[in-house]
């Protein structure tokens, strides 16, 4: 039996998804632990791509059991739209979908909060209601899957909730109020979509890991970008390292075996916040177009820069990785020389630590080491002994300098252009 969770390593758009869904062969239990459809993870299945937002990587195998934990927040006009996506293409949804009784739902009135709120660009979020929705949690206003089944109970916090958000909308942002009961209406009708779904999926993964089953936990976006151990403000709004998947699914720590750290061959970020090694000339371009970087659910273009071993550094305390996995290292191909940012110069002083202070994160200037590039084409390379010693050369660095093994190598978006030096199950 193994219990393995899956954490992005930098700030999101790590790969995930690729390395989810080829550890899902050895699994029978998928797990989302966190975070919304503002998650978009990529996979590329006989030459289809598939993007998923909600539903578990796992859900592109038969047979495996896939779960939306308590930790997420979930639209469901968002899911019904992916399952209806998925049914389309052949993908069984109906006897493998388990969704939370305790999960939290994202409803109009998040979103439309979230929209007005960004129209000065504030955070550079998805505007998806994912924000707004955890604040309601936590001020215990929000609404959960399990109130679809009450109608009672659902349209008593709908209306509790309307009086402050129209008010604010119309008084503060000068929009138009929503309608109780045209969202009641709407939620009913989801309700009646979704309700063979709704599951005490806490009490269905600690019976499947008694039981000796493989459970994989499938965390979204980045350690950076961690509500509490993340670049704070520009994060998101959940804990998106290790401990979120605890508590995101009502299973103890001492359940887990591994945790796996997901870490892109170089660096990329999305919407506002600092990026001590973002590349802002031709080169960081030309590493956006060849890695198709553009966020899988806007589309928006993702920050490129050379790799963060400090930042790395950070995610591996916080996580406590057993091993790493390092994707879109075909990417690299072509580069004569390669930076890796190995500390940080800060006024007059040098950093080795992640700094929690955004004004001297801003400030901080990359301290670099300097790697041999390669020329030889690795796309699609299986074996680690076929990879070009300059590109060994830079993997044994990044795996001496966080002091974790590298078990996984991905070679390609397809499913099989991937190195196994160390299966992790």
């Known amino acids: 039996m193994s219990t393995v969770i899956i954490i992005g390593a930098q700030w999101g758009d790590e790969g995930k998804g690729k390395i989810v869904d080829f550890l899902t062969q050895k699994c029978d239990y998928v797990v989302r632990f966190q975070g919304g459809c503002n998650a978009g993870h990529t996979v590329v299945v006989d030459d289809k791509k598939y993007i998923l937002h909600l539903i578990p990587s796992g859900i592109l195998h038969k047979n495996k ?79 959960r899957m399990i109130d679809l089944l009450y109608p009672d109970i659902l349209m008593n916090k709908i209306k509790v909730n309307l009086e402050i958000v ?78 979120g998947a605890c508590t995101g699914t009502g299973v103890s720590p001492k359940k887990i075996d591994r945790i796996i750290g997901i870490v892109k061959a170089y660096t990329t970020r999305v919407g506002e916040g600092p990026f001590p090694t973002e590349i802002k000339d031709n080169l960081g371009e030309t590493i956006r177009q060849k890695g198709g970087e553009y966020g899988a659910t806007t589309g928006r273009p993702r920050r490129c820069g050379w790799l963060d071993l400090v930042g790395l550094k950070h995610a591996v305390r916080v996580n406590c990785f057993t091993g790493i996995a390092i994707t879109k290292l075909d990417i690299l191909n072509g580069i004569d020389k390669l930076k890796v940012c190995v500390g940080y110069k800060y006024t007059n ?77």
Not at 199 to 204: A, E, L, P, R
Not at 211 to 240: C, K, M, W
Not at 357 to 379: N, S, T, V
Not at 385 to 410: C, G, H, M, T
């Open 65 to 143: 059991k896939c779960i939306i934990g308590n930790g997420v927040v979930l639209d469901p006009a968002a899911l019904l739209k992916e399952i209806d996506t998925l049914n389309n293409k052949g993908i069984e949804i109906d006897n493998n979908l388990y969704i939370a009784k305790n999960c939290h739902l994202i409803m109009p009135y998040h979103i439309a909060i979230e929209e007005e709120s960004e129209k000065n660009g504030k955070i550079g979020t998805t505007k998806k209601g994912i924000g707004p929705c955890y604040t309601d949690k936590i001020a215990r206003n929000g609404v």
């Open 166 to 243: 129209n008010f604010l909308l119309v008084n503060f942002y000068n929009s138009k109020p929503l309608n109780e009961e045209h969202i009641f209406s709407q939620y009913l009708d989801y309700a009646e979509k979704l309700k063979y779904y709704i599951s005490d999926t806490d009490i269905v993964i600690n019976n499947a890991i008694d039981e000796g089953r493989n459970v994989l936990f499938e965390g979204a976006q980045g350690t950076l970008l961690d509500i509490d151990h993340g670049t704070y403000p520009y994060v998101t709004s959940s804990n998106t390292i290790a401990g």
């Open 349 to 425: 002083r040098r950093i080795d630590e992640f700094p929690k202070e955004l004004e001297i994160l801003k400030h901080c200037e990359p301290i670099y080491e300097e790697l041999p590039g390669w020329k030889e084409e690795i796309q699609g390379v299986k074996e680690f002994d076929q990879l070009p010693e300059n590109a060994k050369a830079y993997l044994n660095f990044i795996e001496d300098f966080l002091k974790v093994k590298i078990q996984i190598i991905s070679t390609g978006q397809k499913r099989d252009e991937i190195i196994i030096k160390e299966f992790p199950l």
